[in-house]
């Protein structure tokens, strides 16, 4: 089975700084991977989605990620957050074919002035 | 608009009443599902539903059950509601090959 660690409950950063959130995962096989962001009293979002090739990928909003195998993890990056990235990111796993998504505990980021 | 739709979006009921849910997507998507997010912000898929094969979560209590008139619309049913059934309940489509699931905004569930 698989399962999603997000180690980081909740993260406060000034704005123009950077940010990174972590995500490990525990799969038998590399999962499909996903980073979603949840703004206040609004469904998820998502921001980028990794499923092979190139371990850095791209998403909306400046936001990247990169893929690490040997490390089971899937990082979510922005050089420079705004106050409107203030939200819950949630990182996911599925194994594809249209089952669910396993989602992690999420990060609550709180970009202040 | 091309999305997912969810209606109410808050419902306050009391203990051992009936609620219903809706849900409809215009995506085009072959599969449906329900999670439930706690006051934590946690995450647990609650059902998948695709071409009329309903995958459960096992944890998932016997008074929930999910209701599809079309591959379009994926409803919720609460029999009887206990207090710990308080939660935002959002709905979410994909299409049948890929994993990307959008989301809709959710209903707000209070059982007083």
């Known amino acids: 089975a698989q399962s999603v660690t997000q180690p980081d409950a909740r993260v406060t950063v000034s704005e123009g700084a950077s940010l990174q959130l972590r995500c490990k995962y525990s799969?038998?096989?590399?999962?499909?991977l996903f980073w979603y962001v949840q703004y206040p009293r609004q469904g998820l979002q998502l921001l980028l989605k990794?499923?092979?090739?190139?371990?850095v990928v791209q998403g909306v909003n400046g936001f990247e990620a990169e893929f690490s195998k040997s490390n089971s993890s899937f990082h979510l990056r922005k050089a420079s957050v705004h106050w409107s990235d203030s939200a819950v990111y949630f990182c996911?796993?599925?194994?594809?074919?249209?089952?669910?998504?396993?989602f992690g505990t999420g990060t609550t980021v709180s970009v202040s002035p | 608009e091309t999305a997912v739709f969810q209606t109410p979006n808050y419902h306050v009921t009391q203990v051992g009443n009936e609620v219903s849910f809706n849900c409809k997507q215009t995506?085009?998507?072959?599969?449906m599902y329900w999670y439930k997010q706690d006051s934590k912000k946690l995450l647990k898929i609650m059902f998948s539903?695709?071409?009329?094969?309903?995958?459960v979560n096992e944890t998932v209590p016997r008074r929930f059950s999910p209701q599809s008139s079309d591959k379009a619309h994926l409803n919720l049913r609460i029999k009887s509601v206990e207090p710990e059934d308080s939660a935002v309940y959002l709905c979410?489509?994909?299409?049948?090959?890929?994993?990307?699931?959008?989301f809709g905004k959710g209903t707000r569930l209070t059982v007083v």
């Open positions: 995506l085009g998507h072959d599969t």
């Open positions: 979410a489509s994909s299409p049948g090959q890929y994993t990307e699931v959008f």
């Open positions: 990794y499923y092979s090739g190139d371990p």
């Open positions: 539903y695709n071409n009329k094969q309903l995958i």
């Open positions: 799969s038998s096989v590399t999962p499909y």
């Open positions: 996911a796993v599925s194994m594809g074919g249209g089952r669910a998504l396993i």
